[in-house]
């Protein structure tokens, strides 16, 4: 059985700075690629960012220049580090591990982030 466990979301204030981390563990084989999404209170879950290599990374235009996605493939992970965070980042952030065989990906529990004064 597949688990992602995340960690690092918490409150924080605005311009502030915080790290994501998910670990992948169980019978979890060919990883494509890892990435983060959000969804706020109302909203639709959104694309943070994906990183399929060190040279193939993929931002939402609201994060990019702030937030910043990487991935450990020994040890199945990916982290986002978020820095200079708004008001508008508050959202649950949700770990994504796509893989090449079915069910094709994998979601974690979710991470809650809260950017506020």
């Known amino acids: 059985q597949v688990q992602l466990v995340e960690s690092g979301g918490g409150l924080v204030q605005p311009g502030g700075s915080l790290r994501l981390s998910c670990a992948a563990s169980?019978?979890?084989?060919?990883?494509?690629?890892m990435g983060w999404y959000r969804q706020a209170p109302g909203r639709q879950r959104e694309l943070v960012a994906t990183?399929?290599?060190?040279?193939?990374?993929h931002y939402a235009d609201s994060v990019k220049g702030r937030f910043t996605i990487s991935r450990d493939s020994a040890k199945n992970s990916v982290y986002l580090q978020m820095n200079s965070l708004k008001p508008e980042d508050t959202a649950v952030y949700y770990c994504q591990v796509v893989v090449t065989t079915i069910p094709y990906n994998y979601w974690g529990q979710g991470t809650q982030v809260t950017v506020s004064s």
């Open positions: 169980g019978n979890i084989f060919n990883i494509y690629a």
């Open positions: 990183v399929v290599s060190k040279d193939n990374v």
